[in-house]
């Protein structure tokens, strides 16, 4: 009669213990990223919703955000990676572009000639203001100056086109929070 | 004792130092140097001057001096080629004088080889350039 019982007994305690587990289980994570996730923004069920109405309840409150903001972040990433290429190139070329200012510089030194005989020239116009003298070197600074001047500007765009879409960005979080919290999820990016 | 030892140690520091200075950019018997221009002063006829940065005023920040051929020119890293070979050049009493004439300008240049140091002049119509520099032996190739 005891014996019965210990077998019923242990019998329970395993039942008990495969159910716990799988309740355990399934609330891990599967190790896919969720659309939120991808996003850096973390939304726990509050009214124990499934991982599978999570996703449902994510993907369109995804689609209302786009149409709200009128941002979609996968665009956007896309974008993003387009312009710091462009930034690149810009920077690549006001650098080419400063080379090749230096090089016509080197050119009409070689034109010139003289060494003495160009010291303080301003035969452009005699007697004119003290700074008038054009040399070599001189074209040289400014095409130095020039080319400093287009790269802070590429930077600079590049800069002001990462803000905006950070910007965007988060307006998008914004719409895709207020969603969700609706659909009773507690969000927080 | 301590003190005198302190003075002592002074003055032999400032003998290696000042020795050192004086023997620093020593061109004596150099054929061919280098120059850096440092400063230079630009005064028109009015009895206006500026001082302003030598390559401001497209003075070469480097020449190169052959005193054999007596030929003044840029560095070939410089990518000016720019030249002139001075009309006259004398060297006595620890002193080089060089002079010339191009486009206009008459040049002066004067170098202590001792220490190295160089003063020039160049003196145009209505207008004159002083500038200061330094000199350092070329080695020969």
Excluded at chain 1, 125 to 137: D, N, S, T
Excluded at chain 2, 11 to 37: E, F, H, K, P, Y
């Amino acid at each position: 009669m005891k014996r019965t019982i210990m077998l019923k007994l242990a019998v329970l305690l395993l039942a008990g213990g495969a159910a716990l587990v799988q309740a355990v289980l399934a609330q891990q994570p599967t190790g896919e990223k969720t659309l939120a996730a991808t996003m850096n923004v973390y939304v726990f069920p509050t009214k124990g919703q499934k991982p599978e109405q999570q996703s449902q309840d994510e993907a369109a409150c995804y689609t209302f955000a786009v149409q709200n903001t009128g941002t979609d972040p996968f665009q956007l990433q896309k974008q993003s990676q387009t312009q710091a290429q462009q930034t690149a190139q810009q920077k690549e070329q006001a650098k080419q572009a400063g080379a090749g200012a230096g090089a016509s510089g080197a050119v009409k030194g070689a034109a010139a000639g003289a060494l003495i005989g160009e010291i303080a020239s301003d035969d452009a116009g005699k007697g004119a203001a003290y700074g008038a003298a054009a040399g070599v070197i001189a074209g040289r600074r400014r095409a130095h100056a020039a080319q400093g001047q287009a790269t802070a500007q590429a930077e600079q765009q590049g800069a002001q086109a990462q803000q905006a879409t950070a910007q965007q960005l988060d307006n998008f979080k914004k719409a895709f929070s207020v969603c969700l919290e609706a659909k009773n999820y507690m969000v927080k990016f | 004792m301590t003190r005198r030892w302190v003075v002592a140690f002074g003055v032999l520091v400032m003998t290696i130092i000042g020795g050192s200075a004086l023997r620093a950019d020593d061109l004596t018997g150099a054929s061919r140097i280098l120059c850096t221009c440092v400063q230079a002063t630009r005064c028109l006829e009015g009895g206006d001057c500026v001082i302003d940065l030598p390559w401001n005023l497209n003075i070469p920040q480097f020449i190169e001096i052959d005193l054999v051929s007596k030929r003044l020119g840029t560095t070939p890293a410089s990518g000016e080629n720019r030249a002139t070979v001075a009309d006259t050049l004398r060297r006595e009493k620890g002193k080089i004088v060089l002079q010339g004439l191009e486009n206009g300008r008459a040049f002066s240049l004067f170098i202590d080889e001792a220490s190295g140091m160089l003063s020039a002049a160049v003196a145009a119509d209505g207008q004159a350039v002083a500038v200061f520099g330094a000199c350092t032996p070329v080695p020969s190739k």
